[in-house]
């Protein structure tokens, strides 16, 4: 098979010279034509790419469809979410055997009355290669349900209001949005935000009276700052319409009683860059969640409603250095806090009079804990999420009262025996370059011996404060139960040891996510877990970004690299302000139109720093209509690692020619795609059962 595939004649993407010049610094750019997807010569160059794919894995394809049917097998395909109580009515999805799609339903009062299902997605489905159904909003009086239709990836939803009582369409189609919407209090009226037709940028926020032209809605709201993004929600208390607006370092907000949709929405406080700050209300006042005053982790704070500017802010919990506070939910009786230490989930319940205050317990060296679906303002009641590497999900109702759980919900993990007490995890600590040390959360069989020969996967996010929590997947068993180790990197640039971790990981300190990145692969080799040859890395999007920087910085260490729609030609995107999210995104990655910026990034942009060197086996996929990273960036990425690399390792390339950012819509649709990449990393292992 090993010479077979030698025979297989990789595709050669054809080079033409153009020049990027920007600070007296010229960049030659010989695969820039790809990125215009009209031009037939780029779409047959992507089939051609994906017709090498299918021949290069043509021996694994059995192999996928058995890992496949493994994954799908411990699945419970007729499953159905926990219900939850809103406005008199109990909501529930869920899916049926073998269908791609859930069905969404409700019951008046009490569970045991007759089910009214609002969405059947699988039937709306139908004839559609992509389908992503979301954004459902029932209106106050129970009647009416906005919802919102994605069918080609690209994130440009089309809102809808569906009669509840008749099950009609109404005539309204409200075209290129966010797909989210808010009714007013009135029943009629409806806001929701446009997105820039080129950009995508979500810039307006419009007002939609029910039974006139889509045409004639008012503009409520126009962001003009091309780096701020804008949306508009209702408060919890259901007494405010809410619009936000927020860039990666700033926010502001501005509000509306939501019995008065026709009246002006009053701001906040007004924007001040590096100002970030969320509301919520509560009887008279707003709670905000806010960085003022150098709270780099985050404080709680109040101020009057009838005088909401920052110089009537007063502190609630303070600032502290070793927690994150990440998240408030208000409850008519308690507010309930989210938080951070050491890298831990807390979740603190206080009485609004004081005569309580308590963290709910948890047991795990690494674990994950979030509230859930708590839309009920007067009930006692939280829901939250439990899981661990080890544990599979629960949902668990909590008494904030009596402090008694309910576990409502357990994840079944169905087909061959699985028993959590099989696996053990762990958290382990490596030292990077300048002395810190980088947690990694890590799970295995307890049956594995450190000798070195293990296969290690390891995998890291590391951008926009994003912090990836220790968590279960079903889906992962199938490397565990092979002698594989998965190892969840918390490097610089996510949150996982609060603010400053995300602070020291962006900007002109981005490039300690990708050191960071190395030196736990290192500490993995040095104490015995793995070794070059067994070691993997993955990432997606922009931990694609990150995948892309250590093949060129220490391609040496990794017997394999799968990338997933990675953000690989930094410099030209962010120097191209028609692209979605660039404008959005200077305040992560710094604005090329400034000479230090620009030399920096180009400094660790994987496709500017390509080089003729031994690259590591690499699988790499992406979708022809991602929004979020253009397809072309990857493309011109492997065509230059195919012109430049000096080994006989694999280069694989799977373009979705159907599907964007988050790949195929359907459950199982993107199970295959799971099947793929760890038979692609199975196949390196010469495991192949």
């Given amino acids: 098979m090993k010479f077979l595939e030698k025979e297989i004649k990789a595709p050669e993407a054809r080079k033409i010279e153009a020049k990027l010049e920007i600070h007296n610094d010229v960049r030659i750019d010989p695969y820039f034509w790809l990125n215009d997807r009209e031009n037939p010569e780029v779409i047959d160059y992507l089939k051609s790419e994906n017709e090498y794919n299918e021949e290069m894995t043509a021996h694994t394809k059995d192999f996928q469809e058995r890992l496949f049917e493994e994954m799908k097998s411990r699945i419970k395909e007729d499953d159905e979410s926990v219900p939850y109580k809103l406005n008199g009515y109990w909501y529930i999805t869920r899916y049926e055997k073998g269908k791609d799609y859930p069905v969404y339903s409700r019951k008046k009062d009490t569970l045991n009355a007759p089910e009214e299902v609002l969405f059947d997605v699988n039937e709306m489905a139908e004839g559609f ?84 032209p889509v045409e004639e809605d008012e503009v409520v709201y126009h962001e003009e700052d091309e780096t701020f993004n804008t949306y508009v929600y209702k408060s919890k208390s259901r007494k405010y319409i809410i619009i936000g607006s927020s860039s990666t370092l700033t926010c502001e907000y501005r509000f509306l009683e939501a019995d008065k949709p026709n009246g002006e929405f009053r701001i906040v406080q007004p924007r001040i860059r590096g100002l970030e700050y969320t509301i919520s209300h509560y009887e008279n006042s707003f709670y905000i969640l806010t960085n003022k005053d150098d709270a780099t982790n985050f404080k709680l704070m109040k101020t009057p409603v009838v005088t909401p500017d920052a110089e009537n802010w007063t502190d609630v919990i303070p600032h502290r250095k070793d927690v994150l506070l990440e998240d408030i939910d208000i409850f008519r009786k308690y507010l309930v806090v989210s938080e951070r230490s050491n890298g831990l989930n807390q979740i603190k319940v206080m009485a609004w009079d004081g005569s309580n205050s308590y963290f709910i317990p948890f047991d795990n060296e690494t674990y994950t804990a979030f509230t859930g679906t708590n839309p009920d303002f007067d009930t006692e009641i939280l829901r939250y999420t439990y899981n661990s590497m080890t544990t599979p999900t629960s949902i668990v109702d909590f008494n904030m009262d009596t402090k008694e759980k309910v576990v409502k919900k357990e994840q079944e993990v169905l087909g061959e025996d699985f028993n959590k007490n099989n696996y053990v995890s762990e958290r382990i600590w490596a030292t990077a370059e300048d002395g810190t040390k980088i947690p990694m959360s890590m799970v295995h069989r307890k049956d594995l011996r450190r000798d070195g020969t293990n296969p290690v996967l390891q995998y890291a996010y590391g951008s926009y404060g994003s912090t990836i929590d220790p968590y279960f997947s079903t889906v992962r068993l199938s490397l565990l139960d092979r002698g594989f180790i998965f190892v969840l990197a918390h490097v610089r640039g996510g949150e996982y040891l609060g603010r400053q971790w995300y602070e020291n990981g962006k900007l002109l300190k981005k490039k300690n996510t990708f050191t960071d990145f190395i030196d736990c692969s290192r500490h993995l080799i040095d104490h015995n877990y793995t070794s070059p040859s067994h070691l993997y890395a993955s990432g997606g999007s922009a931990g694609g970004l990150l995948m ?117 819509s359907g459950r199982f649709e993107a199970l295959k795609e799971v099947a793929e990449e760890y038979a692609f990393l199975l196949d390196l292992e010469e495991i192949a059962d």
């Fill in 129 to 212: 290669d992509y389908y992503s159904l979301g954004g459902i909003n029932v209106s106050p009086d129970n009647k009416l349900a906005a919802f919102a239709v994605d069918n080609v990836s690209r994130r440009k939803y089309t809102i809808r209001i569906k009669n509840l009582e008749t099950g009609e369409l109404l005539p309204e189609k409200i075209e290129t949005t966010t797909g989210g919407s808010t009714w007013a209090n009135d029943n009629k009226t409806l806001f929701y935000t446009r997105k820039d037709e080129k950009t995508l940028r979500s810039d307006t926020i419009f007002k939609h009276t029910l039974a006139t």
């Fill in 548 to 664: 892309g920087a250590i093949a060129n910085m220490a391609p040496q260490l990794y017997k394999g690299i799968i990338a997933s729609v990675p953000f690989v030609d930094v410099v030209t995107t962010m120097l191209d302000e028609t692209i979605p999210l660039t404008t959005g995104e200077y305040d992560e990655w710094g604005n090329p139109n400034e000479k230090e910026y620009y030399e920096y990034i180009k400094s660790y942009s994987p496709y500017d720093n390509v080089v003729a060197q031994d690259y590591p086996n690499m699988l790499i996929t992406t979708g022809l209509h991602d929004s979020q990273v253009q397809y072309w960036e990857p493309a011109k990425w492997v065509a230059k690692l195919r012109g430049l690399k000096t080994d006989n390792n694999k280069l694989l390339f799977h373009i979705n020619m159907d599907a964007g950012h988050g790949g195929a």
